[in-house]
């Protein structure tokens, strides 16, 4: 089996800065890991964003501040 996954460029209009201003900016959104079940029937592709650690939006699915635990 053969598998091809590319990165996509593109603009994010959702971004946080680290002093919480919004703004539009350029993203690369790249496949991180391609997963398979032991029977091969079903794909896993774990998606990242190049911008993930800098991004403070904690609604968006990509960046680090969503995965903080929330008190």
């Keep these: 089996m053969e598998i091809k996954v590319e990165a996509s460029p593109g603009v994010c209009n959702q971004f946080i800065d680290q002093r ?3 703004g539009e900016v350029t993203v690369i959104i790249s496949p ?33 501040a969503s995965r ?3 008190k």
Excluded: F, P
Excluded at 35 to 63: F, K, P, V
């Design 20 to 22: 919480g201003k919004k």
């Design 32 to 64: 991180l890991k391609v997963e398979a079940n032991e029977e091969g029937t079903r794909l896993s592709i774990t998606m990242g964003c190049n911008l993930w650690r800098s991004c403070q939006n904690e609604d968006c699915y990509y960046s680090l």
């Design 68 to 70: 903080k635990i929330k």
